[in-house]
């Protein structure tokens, strides 16, 4: 007998459709998550499932709902493509037990996934996961079958976002925006919200594509590239991107640059410091820019370093009082929200700051590099084997202080909290007033041959010498 390849890890289960993501395996994976329902959950509260644009994704949906009220767990299925942040929302509104959303995120066409959600609405803690993997392959549970009802998850989602965010004062702003969905599942819904209030907009890549033509639909380059053309084209103060599923945010400004996730958590957490006042401590992951650490030092609120992945920020979130959180890849979340990721609220936030602060985007940037100094990021993805990739991360791990190994700058020294970190002494800097730390983070992927290297440094030219320099030191041992 062939076992099954379902493996459920922080967030869920994803696969190559019609290799292991098939629905023979996706029902197994439903029939695991209805069996933890049953075990530990109540199942009477009922389980929200939804999807989105990918693939197959309604049907393999429909197939969940189908395992699950076959154990006696009533349904609520979406009507339609949903975002995830709105399926979570759906659980926690509804008081559900859990939820299923069927989506990659932002991974390539060929890929699919099952996500679970918890009763508060975010990922599964690792104990919640690792038990739904412990059902897998034993026998379902047999019951009087139960209800699937057809809902919409959109309009309390919807409602809740519009009160989060300031609309009166986006559409009195004059800004005009562009808008990329990435054919995911954003959709429409930030053009239909700015048309309702009266804020010139333009969208790009708004209708529904399984295949994501020509792009994987991450909110990073070079995916993005298409919308900061547009941006610029079309006159637009700001381009604002949501991924897959809609629970990342991308950007770009009036000139059509990139403005990567760590300058956009950093506009919205230096806005919601000096405009909100709202309590709690700051979390972010180690990859993630350590400008948020100069913000936090300046309105003396605490900040909470992690490991890397949204889990640790819904798990912060579930034990204490957090303002927001976030990491490298355009996940941020608002606890008063709730304890998920959302880049639809993301969105309309970046255009509340614009608007209460009367600038554009790349306005905003620039001050926050004026004051805290500039911080520049880059991330290369090197697709080696296991081998190669767990002897360059011992290499690194070994490195000592004063070795000048990476563009010739010496280690100062090295955290290992999530990976390799090394803090390096950048000549760069010391001609910089208030210039970022530089260093280089290299963590290989705990799935698959891949290690992904991180660096952060006081100038673009900086970053660009350590990546390669990284890239050789990765790719063939010293």
């Avoid at 530990?40 to 009220?69: H, M, N």
């Avoid at 009802?149 to 989602?157: G, K, Q, R, T």
């Amino acid at each position: 007998m062939t076992q099954c390849p379902v493996k459920f890890g922080t967030d869920g289960w994803r696969g190559v459709i019609a290799d292991d993501f098939t629905f023979a395996n996706v029902r197994a994976a439903a029939a695991a998550i209805a069996a933890y329902v049953h075990a530990q959950e109540d199942p009477g509260k009922g389980l929200c499932i939804a999807y989105d644009t990918r693939f197959g994704s309604k049907a393999f949906a429909r197939a969940c709902a189908e395992v699950a009220a076959a154990t006696g767990i009533p349904v609520m299925l979406a009507k339609a493509v949903t975002p995830t942040p709105a399926l979570s929302f759906g659980v926690r509104a509804r008081g559900a037990a859990g939820g299923i959303m069927i989506t990659s995120s932002h991974n390539p066409a060929q890929w699919n996934g099952v996500k679970y959600k918890a009763w508060y609405g975010g990922s599964g803690k690792p104990s919640i996961m690792a038990a739904i993997e412990s059902y897998l392959g034993k026998p379902a549970q047999r019951a009087e079958p139960a209800r699937i009802e057809e809902v919409d998850f959109l309009p309390p989602y919807l409602e809740a976002i519009e009160r989060f965010a300031d609309l009166d004062l986006i559409a009195k702003s004059g800004m005009k925006f562009c808008i990329d969905s990435m054919y995911g599942a954003g959709g429409t819904i930030l053009a239909d919200i700015f048309k309702r209030i009266g804020v010139d907009c333009v969208q790009i890549r708004a209708n529904p594509d399984p295949l994501f033509p020509g792009i994987n639909p991450e909110p990073i380059e070079p995916h993005i590239r298409a919308l900061g053309e547009a941006t610029v084209v079309n006159g637009c103060h700001a381009g604002l991107c949501t991924d897959g599923d809609a629970d990342r945010i991308g950007a770009t400004d009036e000139f059509g640059n990139f403005v990567d996730p760590h300058k956009i958590y950093s506009v919205l957490l230096s806005w919601v410091l000096k405009r909100k006042g709202w309590p709690g401590a700051v979390t972010r992951a180690f990859n993630t820019t350590k400008m948020l650490d100069r913000i936090c030092a300046h309105y003396g609120r605490e900040l909470i370093e992690h490991g890397i992945g949204f889990k640790f920020v819904c798990d912060y979130m579930l034990e204490r009082e957090i303002l927001m959180g976030g990491e490298e890849s355009g996940g941020i979340g608002f606890q008063r929200h709730l304890p998920e990721r959302d880049g639809l609220l993301n969105a309309l936030l970046v255009a509340n700051v614009m608007a209460e602060e009367g600038q554009t985007l790349g306005e905003l940037v620039a001050g926050l590099q004026a004051e805290y100094g500039e911080h520049q990021y880059g991330r290369i993805d090197l697709h080696i084997p296991d081998e190669a990739k767990n002897a360059a991360i011992m290499r690194a791990r070994a490195l000592k202080p004063g070795d000048p190994v990476l563009a010739g700058m010496p280690v100062l020294c090295t955290e290992t909290l999530d990976g390799v970190k090394l803090y390096l002494d950048n000549p760069e800097a010391a001609i910089k007033p208030k210039a970022a730390e530089t260093w280089i983070l290299f963590r290989a992927s705990g799935t698959e041959p891949l290690l992904r290297i991180y660096t952060e440094s006081c100038s673009k030219e900086s970053v660009a010498r350590l990546l390669e320099s990284a890239r050789k030191f990765a790719l063939h041992a010293p």
